[in-house]
């Protein structure tokens, strides 16, 4: 990392150069983080003997004020200060004089910015999963609340079989389960302190890196000084992490359009989650959920670029490291958005029981459920899926369901069909009853399944 | 899009859906472009005989006014009234009064967004390829200046046959001269006018789109107006053309980084385009070679966020285009800002000819040229390869060049060796004069392809 | 490129090296390309004296030989022998003895793999441009035979305005007609030679290249051997033009998975184009557009992956450009695979008009020629859009269309509408005929386009 | 998926269709798991009364038969079969007769394809994770053997601090400890059975599901159907932390490439780990670094298609799932082929030990310990920074080291200077000795390190 002319070089670059140099329009948002980090540093350098007490008391100090100023909109970022390391330094040492020059002492920009970092990425984290836990807590809600609602499962968009509506709920609520323990994961490994590695070789100064660490609530200092200023792989971990948050909710959001169409009916968002057009008055559009869609776009593309970015970059610190904060920052907060858009969206949902149900009248969604039957009545089903097979053309010929067969047209398939009572087959209710089996759609398990994960989300870590 | 408000929908959304659906932090920038359109629009509506001539001069003056209020930064960008447009329609009708609210006549924000966003990257396409073109003015330049200075050309980062620089400074330029011919294509394809399309199925006003589009600079109207209105292909054009822009600056990056080192030292960055370290006082660092590889990355990543985006949409426009703006600032950003820092970077870059040249010295870099001479003596060339070979494995163990081998160690290896004159292809810079093919090294050659490169440069397009 | 151990090092390298090493198994593919390249260099050294015309035909015609055992299916390719070059240069010395080993004089694998590439790149375009072609063909057929359907045009995927098929269909066909565009620029701007660059220096021979250059059908020699031996932006560019066909042809893959369920029921797929399932014998599943959407994934990331591969590599020729062709062949397969596909399912594609222009009469799908009607009035646009939003909210509480309200009810909306006659309005068989203008979906207008479209589809270069 | 057709759909597709279609040519791979999965489901009929224990032993030792035949390479794949499932049914019922029929009952392709999957990745997975392990042991062993060994630690690719190779291995192994961490994460996380999950609803027999996801290794049935089987951010996950590691090695090629430069010349790549140039004799190229920084655009590549993939897909399974195959497959072969291949390639690596420690003697590598030296004579850090830099300067111009200043020189930048003893400041090797804190490069430190992370690979888990 650059910075600190005016030794080694003159104080100033051109315009074409300080365009691309300067930082602090993106990173001053790590600005909390940085003071944090310079406090503990500062102390961190009296209690290893480097400055005094009363010297690290008025950075503290003139750091606290720093951080006031800031708070109260009155700092003023400089672009020619580059990044949001110098500006407060350079305000620092206008506020405390000469002594603000020590706060640097044993310290580079590169272990500085490693920390910022991870203290700025932990606290997102621990943000996104809370925004988590808040969606599967509406998601388990409304399963319970909508338990007796049944609607057919899909595959490939066509209408499959029976299922429940809250079957349907509890499996997004599944994906929210693992992305969590997949952030928290991330959470876990990058929790530690690169403070006092320097700028690649170690500070120069025997400092407290234990008690940096955990005055900083990191689980320990990082093992290598190399790897703590070069790595970035806990930036690649968690975008990746929050891309696959993105993907699932992206799926969500499809379905929710999906469900708002007037094909479809199944669900009406709250008029706070819709918006109109500017041009059309009749219409009332699902936004929300679209642009969910749109933000997994922009959630991939982030994970992808810091993958990129760290590709084939020699050790240690090189200056495109810079480069990697406009995506973590845009990742975050378009996860977060999302996750409390959709929670809100998903609280104030209204289901359209009539709609959903009805969609079971149509579709043959009962047919595999037949050639179930004719399975233990001894016919292999790749027999009986054929002769199911040829009633469903048969039926959809004569512009009927499978109930509404004679027995003739049944008997020609096969011969038992004329014989045998489908009434229990063919009905979509006692179907799903029938998928009694762990991870089926039947009341009794769905219910089970929503105690399950309500104890599991209570102590998620 | 949504918008308009109050008529079907309540007036306000709540604190998660408005963050996630307002976009004028980031639209914000297409305010020009949007009122340039504004004004050919209500011009248009006049020319339909839909509004007054003197509701469209109206109309006109108060977006004048509006502009004037944004260029002068006393504009208040609201995030309650969404985006750029409706920020400037809401604004215009406080300045006009009840007539601004005939300015969205036979229009929507689709089409006006379309609208806008081409006039942007229009703009920005053209101040790109005149980016391109003066960094290719800089390495012609460069190259002629430095037409004397040979060096080896590498492969595997390797050395691998003697060359010239300026013939290495072409192969920069013929990149750049692809990269401008594609981006070209680009806005050759993109320069159609969506004004007039409306939400999806067309105005519902006779409004002049052939003269809208010439007004606007565009080539034509665009043919149907549900893909003038949905269809974002002129962004993955413009974004992938970026990226490979991005992509061979990197290689120029990689190559400035790897030359401004001890080790190599072929060249000396200026301290105006230099940084140095925060810590360790002795630091020149080249991190305007580093950024410009860090923004490929960016460039990289957005590209593929469009695609992303824009993947499995249904027709027509959907809230996720709006994700579309970020990326795309982003992009055109980053390429011009590692144009012109690279431009004054090579422009200002000392070439250190005594390191280049000594690099000819060790490598046996005319190991080519012994193989060829052999050859020339009716050896087939697989044979003279494994003889070159054998040799260079000799004079590696004896810690010697090829050509301070002794005719016994040669003969040794083939008979003929003891006897050629082996001075000729062994000394570098005959074998650069060799090379007189298109294409090649030679003093004249290379000359020859800056002055048919500078015809072309001329007239680019 | 590596290769020709045996004199500077031993004959072979160990498991681990030879699995990364070898490319054989996919590289293979090039064997026409490099058969009919290596046959003109043989030629071009025989004219520039450097092998003897008779060395020069037996080259040729044992390299023919070699290619008529490959086509039989009797060649051996061996991963020891590294790559399709090796092998088949290997096998050609098997059969025409030492002078096998004069082919590779004053060339490269470095020029030949390069030369190879470009020659397959470009038949591949070629194919692709003629299937975007065919593609178009079948949608201006279908867009003609089904110009009297009507259905609603939609955004957000709700009921939008009354719209037309054939409009819709036309605007699938204005994407290919871009595509098409811009693969064919991609084709003009990669159509020169490599041959003769050698390994990164050029040739050490004064080879004919303008000459070969024309055998192998290239408008030129590349200009400089570096950029000719170490550059692939013309795979950049092919595979960022495939992702965007693949990126278009998974949005008419969504909608027809979207119009094949159920709900939608707009078409049906041919038997020859649909699938079933294992396990539900009712299943007609819509595969093929699934597919075309996956597809585009694969599009999208092989286009990730060059730019990736390529970004920050110095010059010249670097061994990881070998990772190229996998992501190259995969995009060529999938693009066509999809294109042929999609051909054939839209052009046996049934649409059922019934389900499609009943679409228009439930969703106030001309609400927005209701508020045009009262701009005609001399009410501003935003006024009136206003009122029939409240309008529709009125309609959608009583459970009725707009055309269903009574006069009193029309009238406390807005006076005026009382005494209007409506029903030009709404009736959405004249609200599409009513959009005239340039790219709107009024019979005669979606007429000329086809027309005009068919007119430069005969000509598209 | 698709599949049985013949009872709802005619038997056979048309060219375009089935090459879209097929996927054997790619998902044969998955062979043995797929046999391993249908005979636990085999025998899960059988305990569910299902089928009858004789049925189940057929049926399993059929599939025993296929696996065999398979194995000896004497199955044909057919495309018409579709795909690896459909083939190894079709044969088992050719070897078994009518009871072949039978394996399918209560299962669909959705479940099964979704259980094979996951034995996949899981062994593979395991494959990787050994390949880390090993790489890892070689890192420590080297570290080991090269403790003594000096070196600069370079930031920005310029030398920035003395420091030890052992320490830079070490940074190397720290990447190695948390892929690791990484993908036994994932394993952990995607241990669970989707067998019985059916189609999309539930098997609707009575399938002992914890029995069979205990036979088939995992740890427990899935919770829910649909995610069961529309569900993949297993292949996310892993896809994802093999791009990590593709990254990470790349980073490690960079450095092999650059080191084996003659400019720098830090180390030689054995002969076994080389490669040669066809057209120049005295090549030795590091092939196998840039293989392994190709690999790794093609690892992030993939981890971007299956998030592309993934995106927006509606509950259930839909048929662009097939299209995870290739890039997962992919994904595993290149990360396990760059880890064995950098394995043996530092593992009989040659380190040159002169030359990297020579690489101290130049470019101020103590500058940084010179300022500490004035900070603890009570000179505020960043005085001690700026008045060092200027001595460098000095010396740069001078064209001396600063250990070869006068008096008289550094007494005019600090007059602390001229007093002081500096040659324990300049002093690489007892520079790196004072870097004792935890993570710093001195000796005892790195040995502790050593002895640290051995102690942590012996129970990684």
Redesign the interface.
């Known amino acids: 990392?650059?910075?600190?002319?005016?030794?080694?070089?003159?104080d100033a670059?051109?315009p074409?150069?300080m365009?691309?140099?300067q930082s602090v329009d993106i990173d001053w948002k790590l600005w909390r983080c940085d003071i944090r980090g310079s406090q503990v540093h500062a102390r961190g350098l009296a209690r290893a003997g480097?400055i005094s007490e009363a010297d690290a008391e008025q950075l503290v100090r003139g750091l606290d004020q720093v951080a006031a100023e800031i708070e109260a909109g009155e700092f003023r970022w400089d672009p020619a200060r580059e990044d949001v390391?110098?500006n407060i330094e350079a305000r620092l040492?206008e506020i405390v004089g000469?002594?603000?020059?020590?706060?640097?002492?044993?310290?580079?920009?590169?272990d500085?910015v490693a920390t910022d970092l991870r203290l700025f990425v932990r606290e997102q984290l621990d943000d996104t999963l809370s925004a988590i836990s808040d969606f599967a807590d509406v998601l388990l809600e409304r399963a319970e609340q909508e338990i007796d609602v049944l609607m057919p499962?899909?595959?490939?968009?066509?209408?499959?079989?029976?299922?429940r509506l809250s079957?349907?709920l509890?499996?997004w609520q599944?994906?929210m389960w693992?992305?969590y323990?997949?952030l928290r994961?991330a959470r876990v490994?990058m929790n530690e302190c690169p403070l006092?590695?320097?700028?690649?070789?170690?500070?120069?100064?025997?400092?407290p890196?234990?008690w940096a660490a955990a005055e900083l609530g990191f689980d320990r200092?990082?093992?290598?000084?190399?790897?703590?200023?070069?790595?970035r792989?806990f930036l690649?971990?968690a975008l990746?992490?929050l891309?696959?948050v993105?993907?699932?909710l992206?799926?969500i959001?499809?379905?929710l359009?999906?469900w708002?169409?007037?094909?479809?009916g199944f669900v009406s968002l709250s008029?706070?989650?819709?918006?109109?057009?500017?041009?059309?008055?009749?219409?009332?559009?699902?936004?929300?959920a679209?642009?969910?869609?749109?933000?997994?776009?922009?959630l991939?593309?982030?994970?992808?670029?810091?993958?990129?970015?760290?590709?084939?970059?020699?050790?240690?610190?090189?200056?495109?490291?810079?480069?990697d904060k406009?995506?973590t920052f845009?990742s975050f907060e378009a996860a977060t958005?999302?996750l409390?858009?959709l929670?809100?969206?998903v609280a104030t949902l209204r289901f359209n029981k009539a709609r959903l149900e009805g969609?079971l009248d149509?579709?043959?969604?009962c047919?595999?459920?037949?050639?179930?039957l004719l399975?233990t009545e001894g016919i292999?089903?790749?027999?009986?899926?054929?002769?199911?097979?040829?009633?469903?053309?048969v039926a959809e010929d004569a512009g009927v369901q499978?109930s509404e067969l004679s027995p003739t047209q049944l008997g020609k398939a096969h011969a038992r069909l004329a014989e045998l009572d489908l009434s229990g087959a063919l009905d979509p209710r006692r179907?799903?009853e029938?998928?009694?089996?762990?991870?089926?759609?039947a009341k009794a398990r769905v219910l089970g399944?929503i105690e399950?994960?309500r104890a599991r989300w209570k102590h998620p870590d």
């Open positions: 990392m650059s910075g600190a002319r005016g030794g080694r070089l003159p670059v051109g074409a150069m365009a691309l140099n480097v390391h110098m040492t000469p002594v603000g020059g020590k706060l640097h002492t044993g310290r580079s920009r590169n500085q499962a899909y595959t490939h968009l066509q209408r499959g079989q029976p299922s079957h349907h509890m499996a599944e994906l693992r992305d323990g997949r994961d490994r006092g590695a320097g700028a690649v070789a170690g500070s120069g100064f025997p400092l890196r234990e200092p990082m093992r290598n000084s190399l790897d703590a200023t070069a790595s792989d690649m971990d990746g992490g891309a696959i993105g993907t699932h992206s799926r959001g499809e379905e359009v999906l708002s169409t007037y094909e479809f008029d706070e989650y819709s918006t109109s057009s500017s041009m059309m008055p009749q219409k009332k559009n699902p936004d929300v679209e642009l969910v869609r749109g933000k997994a776009a922009r991939i593309g982030n994970a992808n670029t810091v993958l990129v970015l760290e590709k084939s970059l020699c050790f240690g610190y090189g200056r495109e490291l810079q480069e406009l995506p845009d958005q999302s409390r858009a929670t809100g969206a969609a149509h579709g043959h969604v047919a595999t459920d037949l050639a179930d399975v292999p089903f790749r027999e009986a899926h054929h002769v199911v097979g040829q009633l469903v053309r499978l179907a799903v029938r998928r009694q089996l762990i991870g089926g759609p399944a399950d994960a």
